[in-house]
Each structure stands twice: as structure tokens, then as C-alpha cells.
T-cell receptor, first 112, second 115 residues
Framework: QKEVEQNSGPLSVPEGAIASLNCTYS??????FFWYRQYSGKSPELIMF????GDKEDGRFTAQLNKASQYVSLLIRDSQPSDSATYLC????????????FGSGTRLQVQP | DGGITQSPKYLFRKEGQNVTLSCEQN?????MYWYRQDPGQGLRLIYY???????QKGDIAEGYSVSREKKESFPLTVTSAQKNPTAFYLC??????????????FGSGTRLTVV
């Protein structure tokens, strides 16, 4: 079992809709959870992170964390064609390493 | 402006050749990381360093080497022992212990191709 699992997609949504991206993780020692956006050929850009159960909102983005279910999601409201990219979920364990472990990403396509 | 600079942007390696990828940051971050990304895949950790003159192997360190002689610099050498080096290489940095305050900043990457 991979440490961080994401559906590779593509997830296709119409412009203006809500896009829901999901991520599950295997290690209960996971401390914090990051969402990155990556355009083709570019480096990842941080969208937001979350470390407490519940929801965290930042503009059009909402991260949701459920540690009991080992599940984290990202909602994008009012999706725009410019949101079309690959979304990477990453976890940080509370160990000496303190590095991020990434999922393989979900490709999102927002149709105009 | 503060950030991470990776060079070169594109690099071509011949069989049996060692090549070095540069990563320099002026963010005063103490922790630095090297990741590899293959097409359609997530990032995999190669090496990391949390302090000058100290570094640790990540999940896929075989065929790679690093040094950390200065806080701002963390070069990665891809050796001839790495049999499949063609990939996108990303360097990242943060403040150890304050990752959620500072986030992880990524460089723009180096695309390495074996010719």
C-alpha cells in the first residue's frame, strides 16, 4: 500500500463548478497535510496545508481533514480553466526526517 | 527577492558520466531536500539535509550523492551508478521545526535527459 494515495484522474468539471480532490494516507503518525498545484513542466506551488481535523478555507479553496478515516480532501469552488493542473497531496510525518511524502497527483481539467 | 535557484534548467548526460545539479537558496532556510519526479508520478525523496555538514538518505538515494558545505547550497550529483536518471529534479527548502509557518519552497527544477 502506498503511503499517500490519489486518484490519477483526469477529473473533469465544467467552469464554475466545485472540484473535489481526494487523498488517503496510511501512516497514522502523519502530522500535517499539504496541497500543491503543479502545471505541466513546472514546479509545485503550495495551495494550503491543514493539520487539525475539520475544514480550513482560503479563498476558493477548502481543505478538509479526517484523521480517524485517514482522509484529506481539497475543494475548489467556482472552478476556472486556469485551475486545470495536477494537484499533489503531501504529508509530513512527525519524525526526524520532516520531509514531505507525496501522492502521485490528480489531474484536473476545467472545461470552459 | 528570496527564493531557490536551480541550474541548469535542462541537462543532458551521456552514459557513464557524472553530472551535478545546483541548488542555491537565499531564504536563510536550514533544511533542504532533493526530489525526483518521473512522468505522471509524484515526487520521491532522494536526499535531505537539516543542517550544514549533515545530510541523510531519502527513499531513492542509490546512484546519487550530495554535499552541504554552506547553508545556502545543496548540490546533487547524479553518478554513473544511477541507471535510469532521466527525470525532473526538484530542490526544496524550509525551516526545520517550523514547516507549517514557512511552508516548503520549491525551485523551478532541472530536467535531466540521458543521451
Amino acid at each position: 500500500q502506498k503511503e499517500v494515495e490519489q486518484n490519477s484522474g483526469p477529473l473533469s468539471v465544467p467552469e464554475g463548478a466545485i472540484a473535489s480532490l481526494n487523498c488517503t494516507y496510511s501512516d497514522r503518525g502523519s502530522q500535517s497535510f499539504f496541497w500543491y498545484r503543479q502545471y505541466s513542466g513546472k514546479s509545485p506551488e503550495l495551495i494550503m496545508f491543514i493539520y487539525s481535523n475539520g475544514d480550513k478555507e482560503d479563498g476558493r479553496f477548502t481543505a478538509q481533514l479526517n484523521k480517524a478515516s485517514q482522509y484529506v480532501s481539497l475543494l475548489i469552488r467556482d472552478s476556472q480553466p486556469s485551475d486545470s493542473a495536477t494537484y499533489l497531496c503531501a504529508i509530513r510525518l512527525d519524525t526526524g526526517r520532516r520531509a514531505l511524502t507525496f501522492g502521485s497527483g490528480t489531474r484536473l481539467q476545467v472545461q470552459p | 527577492d528570496g527564493g531557490i535557484t536551480q541550474s541548469p534548467k535542462y541537462l543532458f548526460r551521456k552514459e557513464g558520466q557524472n553530472v551535478t545539479l545546483s541548488c542555491e537558496q537565499n531564504l536563510n532556510h536550514d533544511a533542504m531536500y532533493w526530489y525526483r519526479q518521473d512522468p505522471g508520478q509524484g515526487l520521491r525523496l532522494i536526499y535531505y539535509s537539516q543542517i550544514v555538514n549533515d545530510f541523510q538518505k531519502g527513499d531513492i538515494a542509490e546512484g546519487y550523492s550530495v554535499s552541504r558545505e554552506k547553508k545556502e547550497s545543496f548540490p546533487l550529483t547524479v553518478t554513473s551508478a544511477q541507471k535510469n536518471p532521466t527525470a525532473f529534479y526538484l530542490c526544496a527548502s524550509t525551516v526545520a521545526g517550523l514547516e507549517e509557518n514557512y511552508g516548503y519552497t520549491f525551485g523551478s527544477g532541472t530536467r535531466l535527459t540521458v543521451v
